[in-house]
């Protein structure tokens, strides 16, 4: 069964420190990898998206990186600002948009 | 416009009435699509439209539910006789080309749909 599976559920942190979500996956075939943003009330924003030869890549304060072999991915955030409170979705494409497979999320809160 | 807009933003209606939900994309946008984003779960795909047709429409939950996007710009999601579990964030979304995998999505912010 095509899987997205996020851990954790929730985290809280404190400003200025750094912080990894994880992505488990298991879907097939598999096309790329997204990550996004939501904030609360609002619609997911895109930050990366990764294909299956990209091991990592950058938006700013914000590093995924992809390990296809072992279908795993994480989102790592530096410097954590208030802004970054927000719940963070990994979604992989698996060869169609019927087939966007989304993860139910990380609920990240940064506290002062 | 400068993103994706949706209307209304929030809908309480009466079980067994119908509603229209709006998505306008962003201009020039031929790829449209609808998800259903429920408490606590992960966004549920439910039509996509290339240009004005929906190569597939097998993510909607019942024939209650149908969507029309005309002149490849603006879509409506209606859903007919609206039942409690219906109750949910709709969310539209718009790419460039819906046939290149690797393009970003550009989400609204969605219709919060509250069924009594």
């Known amino acids: 069964k095509n899987q997205v599976e996020q851990s954790p559920q929730s985290l809280i942190i404190l400003e200025g420190k750094n912080c990894t979500l994880q992505?488990?996956?298991?879907?097939?075939?598999?096309?790329?990898l997204r990550w996004y943003k939501q904030d609360t009330g609002r619609g997911p924003v895109s930050l990366t998206i990764m294909t299956f030869s990209e091991n990592t890549k950058s938006n700013g304060r914000y590093t995924a990186t992809l390990d296809a072999d072992t279908k795993q991915s994480s989102l790592h955030i530096t410097a954590s600002q208030l802004s970054d409170s927000a719940s963070y979705i990994c979604?992989?494409?698996?060869?169609?948009?019927?087939?966007?497979?989304f993860g139910a999320g990380t609920r990240l809160a940064v506290h002062p | 416009g400068a993103g994706v807009s949706q209307s209304p933003s929030n809908k309480v209606t009466e079980k067994g009435k119908d509603v229209e939900l709006r998505c306008d994309p962003i201009s020039g946008h031929t790829a449209l699509y609808w998800y259903r984003q429920s408490l606590g779960q992960g966004l549920e795909f439910l039509i996509y439209f290339q240009g004005n047709s929906a190569p597939d429409k097998s993510g909607l939950p019942s024939d209650r539910f149908s969507a029309e996007r005309t002149g490849g710009s603006v879509s409506t999601l209606t859903i007919q006789r609206t039942q409690q579990e219906d109750s949910a964030v709709y969310l539209c979304a718009s790419s460039l080309d819906g046939r290149y995998s690797n393009q970003p999505q550009h989400f609204g912010d969605g219709t919060r749909l509250s069924i009594l």
């Open positions: 992505c488990n996956y298991t879907v097939s075939p598999f096309s790329n």
């Open positions: 979604v992989v494409f698996s060869g169609g948009y019927n087939k966007l497979i």
